[in-house]
């Protein structure tokens, strides 16, 4: 017997609802994904993690479908609305993320090796990233949420352990202004906090952030291997939310933290 295709839910995010739409005008024409697949550049296997939801795709993606399936532009319209370019460049796994970013109210992030993404430079993006313009390109974009009119951009309260500031990426020119970005962004809205080299704390489980949304709600992400997760379950984003308070008696206040970061910038990095 024939797979049973899996069951939608479009109202779970961006990905499930373009797969969701992709599915409904690939089946209103008639066609199996087999059959999708010989009359677009993409595999059935790749047409189909896309209309479950677990894969994103690019603009051209929607290009072909609405070419085919004679949608008058209806998926690439949808494409635009919902990902705004960003799904080619992010992995799969972290593609909905922009979205929670650009409703949260507050966000706290700890990142333990490299310098959070909303703070990067490019030059510091572009080694990360292995000079991937695109890539690069959305994770600047994605810097514009922290400095929108309206409505007012989410307080952000980052921590991280001094070593991150002592760890090359790229070229001395890069740390020392990655470092000097990251001292200046301190604001009342956004506190950098760093946690000096010293005794043993909790925050050696790795990178996570967690959003906090309108009505109260939160949702996290974790960093993890071979990638991260989205997390929405009360008790693990209880159990994050309290490590974060944890890990965050171990830091710094912000302005002591910005003397310190300048500090090293100008010992250690200046060119």
Same mark, same amino acid.
């Given at each position: ?21 992709? =599915? ?37 993606? !929607? ?23 960003? #799904? ?120 996570? =952030? ?6 109260? #709600? =939160?949702?996290?992400? #974790? ?19 309290? =490590?974060?308070?944890?890990? !965050? #008696? ?22």
């Amino acid at each position: 017997m024939p797979q049973r295709p899996k069951r939608l839910t479009p109202s779970r995010g961006p990905l499930d609802l373009f797969g969701s739409e992709v =599915r409904r005008y690939r089946e209103l024409a008639g066609l199996s994904l087999a059959q999708f697949a010989d009359k677009i550049p993409f595999a059935a296997s790749t047409i189909g993690e896309i209309e479950r939801g677990e894969a994103a795709c690019d603009r051209v993606f !929607a290009e072909q479908c609405d070419r085919v399936l004679d949608t008058r532009e209806a998926l690439t319209h949808l494409h635009d609305g919902l990902f705004d370019g960003r #799904t080619a460049v992010f992995p799969e796994h972290f593609a909905a993320w922009p979205d929670y970013e650009l409703q949260a109210e507050v966000m706290r992030s700890y990142e333990p090796l490299v310098i959070d993404g909303l703070l990067q430079t490019p030059s510091y993006a572009e080694v990360l990233l292995y000079g991937d313009r695109q890539a690069v390109q959305a994770r600047i974009e994605r810097q514009s949420v922290l400095v929108r009119d309206e409505p007012p951009p989410p307080r952000l309260i980052y921590l991280l352990p001094e070593r991150v500031l002592r760890s090359r990426v790229g070229t001395t020119e890069v740390m020392y202004e990655q470092l000097h970005r990251l001292a200046d962004a301190v604001s009342p809205r956004l506190s950098v906090q760093v946690i000096p080299d010293g005794p043993p704390h909790p925050g050696n489980l790795g990178a996570f =952030r967690i959003a906090t949304l309108p009505e109260k #709600t =939160r949702i996290a992400y #974790t960093a993890s291997e071979p990638h991260g997760k989205i997390l929405d379950g009360r008790f693990d984003i209880e159990r994050l939310h309290e =490590r974060f308070a944890d890990i !965050a #008696t171990y830091a710094l206040p912000a302005e002591l933290s910005a003397v310190l970061i300048r500090e090293i910038a100008e010992d250690v990095w200046k060119p």
